[in-house]
């Protein structure tokens, strides 16, 4: 009887990681992009309400981040018993693409602590 592995595709937990970052940023980026677009009013305030869930939606960026290096450097590349055409080892256009979004999300992140140099 063969088992199925349900293996979590990185590329998912890389667009969670980013989507989560940035809604975690939404309340310091927002309105600097906003500002710089030309949209200006008192209702900018009400992003604000994002800065609350700030630390849970971090906390998620880090967990998919870190499933999504799991999946994508440490899963076991061993072929099957039907897959003889699989290659072992990371691809280095999934290891770009990973380091790539790392980054992006990290300015997200940290731009509570960088946006008041720009401004």
Request: aromatic share 12%; proline share 1%; glycine share 6%.
């Amino acid at each position: 009887m063969k088992f199925i592995k349900s293996k979590a595709d990185y590329r998912h937990l890389i667009a969670g990681g980013i989507a989560a970052s940035l809604t975690a940023s939404i309340c310091c980026i927002g309105p600097l992009v906003l500002l710089t677009t030309g949209v200006s009013g008192a209702w900018m305030s009400n992003l604000m309400i994002f800065e609350r869930y700030q630390a849970i939606l971090i906390t998620a960026t880090l967990l998919a981040f870190a499933l999504a290096g799991r999946s994508l450097f440490f899963a076991s590349n061993a072929a099957s018993d039907g897959d003889c055409c699989e290659e072992s080892g990371t691809d280095w256009k999934k290891a770009s693409v990973f380091a790539a979004s790392s980054c992006l999300a990290l300015v997200f992140i940290s731009s509570e602590y960088w946006i008041q140099f720009v401004l």
